[in-house]
């Protein structure tokens, strides 16, 4: 069992950890601050990064919850502006549009979903070209 807490908050992570019994997972749901919910006692994260950077999440939580905060920090820099820019709009639409620009899916979408505006792609390429992956 577990719980996925969202709220950028590490003590509320903390107290999270502390009230639930043994075996209770409690995971990040908020990539930008999940290295600092695993330093708080998370135990990973549902993560959105991970759809376009999974081996980068996978070393970065694997050095969290090895105690490598450094390397964990190193990792987490390198997906900084990608934590941010996937959220630019309604998520998929950001991942899909990048995991298109990575040429891992096709560039069609179907409704709900729409087009990711255009002022957004400028950023959303600089931030997958910043966590290497993009030429």
């Keep these: 069992m577990g719980l ?3 709220v950028a908050e590490t ?6 950890v502390a009230s639930c019994p043994a075996g209770f997972a409690v995971l990040s749901g908020d990539d930008a601050t999940a290295l600092a919910a695993v330093a708080a006692g998370a135990r990973g994260v549902i993560s959105v990064t991970a759809n376009v950077a999974p ?11 090895r105690g490598d905060a450094g390397r964990a920090a190193e990792l987490d820099a390198s ?12 998520n998929p639409i950001p991942v899909k549009w990048l ?5 891992l ?3 069609g979408i179907r409704l ?3 087009p ?17 992956l993009l030429a």
């Design 105 to 107: 899916i096709g560039a």
């Design 55 to 65: 081996r980068a999440m996978s070393q970065m939580l694997a050095a969290a919850l």
């Design 4 to 6: 996925k807490e969202a």
């Design 99 to 103: 995991l298109a620009h990575m040429g």
């Design 11 to 16: 003590d509320r992570v903390r107290e999270l």
């Design 116 to 132: 990711l505006a255009a002022e957004h792609s400028a950023g959303l390429l600089a931030a997958g070209r910043a966590a290497g």
């Design 79 to 90: 997906l900084r502006a990608l934590h941010r820019e996937l959220f630019v709009e309604t």
């Design 112 to 114: 709900p979903l729409t």
